[in-house]
Structure formats: structure tokens, C-alpha cells
Nanobody
């Protein structure tokens, strides 16, 4: 069973930075895609960044140039460096992992971590 654990959320002021982390544990063989989503109360969950095979990165327009996704394959981890944060970045952030475990393919969501940006 593969599980994801997120960390790094918190309360910051506009213009400051945060780094989110997400680590996969359990029977992980390989991970080929990671993504970060975010969701505000009462709104749909939005994809904001993804990375495939450790190289192909994609970003939503709303975060492009401010957020950077990266991975550490040795740690089965993904990170989201968030710079120049804005109040509209306030959301719950979720990591998603797709890959292979001992039992075959898996896709998992993290539990979410709250990011709050004050003006």
C-alpha cells in the first residue's frame, strides 16, 4: 500500500515563500508522475503543477514563474517551491502520485496541507 504524506503548509504574508513537501511511502517501485493541486472551500480542485519522468514540467498560468515543482527520486518525494505568494494562493494543497508498487499501478492523493497568505 502506497501512502503520501504532505508537509510544509502554513501562514505567511504576501510576497513571502513556502516550500511544500510530499513523500511516498510503502511498496513503491517507481513513480513516473507527480502533481500538485489546490482547492478553496466551495470551489473545484485545480491542477497547478505537474512533472513527468522527473523532467517534463507543466504549470497553470496562475502560478507560472512563481512556483517550481521538483522531485527527489531517491526519497520518493516531490516539492513545490512557492515564491512571491499572493492572498489568492490561499488554498488547501494536495499532492498526487502515479507509479508502480509491488501490486502494480497506483495513483494516490495526499491528505492536503493548508496554505494561507495574508495581505
Amino acid at each position: 500500500q502506497v501512502q503520501l504524506e504532505e508537509s510544509g503548509g502554513g501562514l505567511v504574508q504576501a510576497g513571502e515563500s513556502l516550500r511544500l513537501s510530499c513523500v511516498a511511502s510503502g511498496s513503491v517501485v517507481s513513480i513516473n508522475k507527480w502533481a500538485w493541486w489546490r482547492q478553496a472551500p466551495g470551489k473545484e480542485r485545480d491542477l497547478i503543477a505537474s512533472i513527468t519522468n522527473g523532467a517534463d514540467q507543466n504549470y497553470a498560468d496562475s502560478v507560472n514563474g512563481r512556483f517550481t515543482i521538483s522531485t527527489d527520486n531517491a526519497k520518493n518525494a516531490v516539492y513545490l517551491q512557492m515564491n512571491n505568494l499572493k492572498p489568492e494562493d490561499t488554498d488547501v494543497y494536495y499532492c498526487v502520485s502515479r507509479g508502480y508498487g509491488d501490486s502494480g499501478k497506483f495513483a494516490r492523493w495526499g491528505q492536503g496541507t493548508q496554505v494561507t497568505v495574508s495581505a
